[in-house]
């Protein structure tokens, strides 16, 4: 795989994970010690972060640091991710199906649906824990 494709694969993830978090291009710049222009040269595929970097955003995320490099070599065993993200195996192998065949104007498309899907629940799910703290700090 060459450097470029690498850069593709990287600048998408973190495009993805900054949107499904909410996290602001400041806030990770400020995290990392580093000027929000180096950030953006990142998520438009000019540059890349060294490995310390690399290695605090996978941490920051909660993510492998591999999985911001690899490109299906690091796919994990359908099953397991079924696990992982509550899907049935069968949705799971579907998808990652349709990651094997599809363009790459299709699975950035893809990407920006589950994105904003799980930055719709995210939000939900803060508003479902505040309504619930509210409500129990009501009770006593």
């Known amino acids: 795989m060459n450097m470029n494709q690498n850069n593709n694969i990287f600048d998408r993830r973190l495009k993805g994970l900054l949107a499904a978090s909410g996290v602001e291009r400041g806030e990770l710049a400020r995290h990392l010690g580093v000027s929000v222009p180096t950030v953006n040269r990142w998520l438009n595929g000019i540059s890349t972060p060294n490995a310390y970097q690399l290695r605090e955003i996978a ?39 349709l990651a094997g065949s ?25 508003d479902l824990l505040r309504v619930a703290d509210n409500a129990t700090g009501e009770v006593q």
């Open 102 to 126: 599809e363009s790459e104007e299709v699975l950035t498309a893809v990407d920006d649906a589950v994105c904003a899907v799980i930055a719709t629940i995210n939000a939900v799910y803060d």
């Open 59 to 97: 941490y920051y995320f909660g993510m492998p640091y591999d999985w911001f490099l690899e490109d299906g070599g690091g796919v994990p065993n359908a099953d397991d991710l079924a696990v992982k993200l509550g899907l049935s195996p069968e949705t799971v192998e579907a998808l990652l199906e």
